[in-house]
């Protein structure tokens, strides 16, 4: 197998050039921190043949996996410190070369005076986890502006109550 280190906003080029090779990164995380594990280079041989990426603890539970025949993310939230492994590897045989990145996680407290803020991702698929601080029966308005997509992608704002329902879309 292929091994290395991920560390914050520093990709690692792996090459699996053997059908049945697979590679380990592994990256440590703070308690609570958030963090997206994903690609937004991968080519495989043959074509469309999915990538998968599992992470596990420093016990060993896994803790997420996602497949992708195109470019795999993986959301994490609220993790125990310590330290992570990655598992990359092909599904059906294939060969390939994934570019994975160990990215930031987009977090933050969104004021209510209507000043505005800036977040970007850097994996494709990265998803934002925002907090903002109401009373009951306050009018609260959410807006997303200046969007910057790539064709072919879309864009959802999900409202959860502070008890974790889901109340609105």
């Keep these: 197998h292929i091994g290395g280190t ?15 090779q697979y590679g380990v990164l592994n990256f440590t995380a703070t308690a609570g921190q958030t963090v997206a594990v994903g690609s937004n280079t991968l080519a495989t041989t043959p074509a469309n043949k999915q990538v998968q990426l599992t992470v596990f603890n420093a016990a060993g539970t896994q803790v997420g996996q996602v497949s992708s025949t195109t470019v795999p993310t993986l959301n994490l939230t609220n993790l125990a410190a310590g330290t992570y492994s990655v598992l990359v ?23 209510l005076d209507g000043t505005s803020q ?11 986890y925002f907090a903002f601080n109401a009373t009951a029966g306050q009018n609260v308005g959410l807006a997303i502006t200046d969007l910057v997509m790539s064709a072919g992608n879309v864009t959802a ?10 109340l609105q879309q």
């Design 118 to 128: 800036s977040f970007a991702s850097t994996v494709k698929s990265q998803l934002g």
């Design 6 to 20: 991920l560390l914050l906003d520093s990709p690692q080029t792996m090459n699996l050039t053997l059908p049945v």
């Design 157 to 166: 704002l999900d409202v959860y109550r502070p008890n974790g329902v889901w």
């Design 89 to 111: 590897n092909t599904v059906d045989a294939a060969t390939a070369s994934i570019e994975v990145r160990l990215a930031f996680g987009m977090t933050g407290v969104l004021p």
